[in-house]
C-alpha cells in the first residue's frame, strides 16, 4: 500500500548545550541522559560534529540506542569534503566518512547533510563530480543525501536540473543572508530555519509556527507551498515526501521549544 503522506520529522542541532539546562532539560538532568531526554521530546537531531571531524563506530552505536524507535538522526558530511577547491577531489573523504561506523546508527541514519561554505560558487561540472562521488547505497541500505548551498550563484535553473538529475535535495534555508531555495529535488525535503529570536519563548510567534506546520503538511502530502521562492517554476510530480526540518538559529537557546511546537502542530 503506497503511503498517503511522508513522515514530518522535527528536531534541533545536537543536544549539548549549556544554556538549555534549566530551558529545556531539567535542571538535575545528568548530561549522560540528555540525548534521551532530547529525543523524547523531539522527533529528530541534527548532529554537527561529524562535520568537524570522524566520530567513532561505538559513538553512533551509542547514540542509536538511547534513542527511540521511529527516531532518525541526520548527519552532517565532513568538512574535508566539502571546504575543497575541487569537489571532484573529495571522494577519500566521503569513502572515510562512511567508513568511519555511520551504518552504526541502523535505521536511524536519515539523511546526511553536505554543507558548502557561503564563498563556494556554482560549478555546474565540478559540482556534478560531487554528486556522483555520494553513494546510493552501502551495504544494502539506501542513503539519503542532502546539499546546503550558500552563495547566490547557485540560484540559477542549471542547478535544480542538476540535482534532479541525481535525485538530491537542496536544504531551504531560512536565513539572513543565505539563498533560500524551495525546489522540489529530490523524494524529501529538508529545512534549516535559523530566523528564530530567543527574546521568544517558542523562537518563532504562533503565526510563524503556524504557517511553516501548513508547508510541512503540504510537502509530506506530495504538493509546493505556494508562498516561498524556487529558481525553476517547472511542476514535479505529486508523490507523498518525508520532510526534516531543525529549528537552528545563533543563539539557539528556544530552539527546542519551537522544535515542540512545530511537532504539536503536525501530529
Not at 529525543?39 to 527511540?68: C, D, H, M
Not at 552563495?151 to 535535495?169: E, G, M, N, Y
Not at 503538511?217 to 517547472?234: C, Y
Amino acid at each position: 500500500m503506497v503511503a498517503k503522506s511522508g513522515q514530518i520529522r522535527i528536531g534541533i542541532g545536537g543536544w549539548t548545550f549549556a544554556p538549555w539546562r534549566g530551558v529545556f532539560y531539567p535542571e538535575k538532568l545528568t548530561q549522560a541522559k540528555e540525548l534521551s531526554y532530547a529525543a523524547s521530546k523531539l522527533t529528530s537531531i541534527e548532529i554537527n560534529g561529524t562535520f568537524y571531524g570522524s566520530q567513532k563506530p561505538e559513538s553512533f552505536r551509542k547514540w542509536a540506542g538511547e534513542v527511540p524507535e521511529d527516531f532518525v538522526f541526520s548527519l552532517k558530511g565532513p568538512r574535508f569534503a566539502t571546504n575543497r577547491r575541487v569537489l571532484a577531489e573529495a571522494g577519500d573523504s566521503v569513502n572515510r566518512f562512511y567508513d568511519s561506523g555511520v551504518l552504526e546508527l541502523g535505521d536511524k541514519l536519515g539523511p546526511v547533510l553536505w554543507q558548502f561554505a557561503p564563498t563556494k560558487k556554482f560549478d555546474e561540472a565540478d559540482f556534478g563530480k560531487f554528486l556522483e562521488l555520494l553513494p546510493a547505497e552501502l551495504d544494502g541500505r539506501k542513503l539519503r543525501h542532502v546539499v546546503e548551498v550558500r552563495h547566490d550563484s547557485f540560484c540559477v535553473p542549471a542547478f535544480i536540473a542538476l540535482l534532479r538529475q541525481f535525485k538530491t535535495p537542496v536544504v531551504f534555508s531560512e536565513h539572513a543572508t543565505y539563498p533560500a531555495i524551495a525546489d522540489v529535488t529530490g523524494d524529501f525535503v529538508y529545512l534549516r530555519l535559523q530566523k528564530g529570536e530567543d527574546s521568544i519563548k517558542t523562537a518563532y510567534p504562533p503565526k510563524a509556527l503556524d504557517a511553516w506546520a501548513k508547508r510541512f503538511q503540504t510537502w509530506a502530502d506530495g504538493g509546493e507551498p505556494t508562498d516561498l521562492p524556487r529558481v525553476d517554476d517547472a511542476k514535479v510530480k505529486k508523490q507523498p515526501r518525508d520532510v526534516f526540518a531543525y529549528v537552528i538559529h545563533e543563539a539557539k537557546v528556544r530552539a527546542p521549544h519551537g522544535a515542540m511546537a512545530l511537532i504539536e502542530r503536525v501530529t
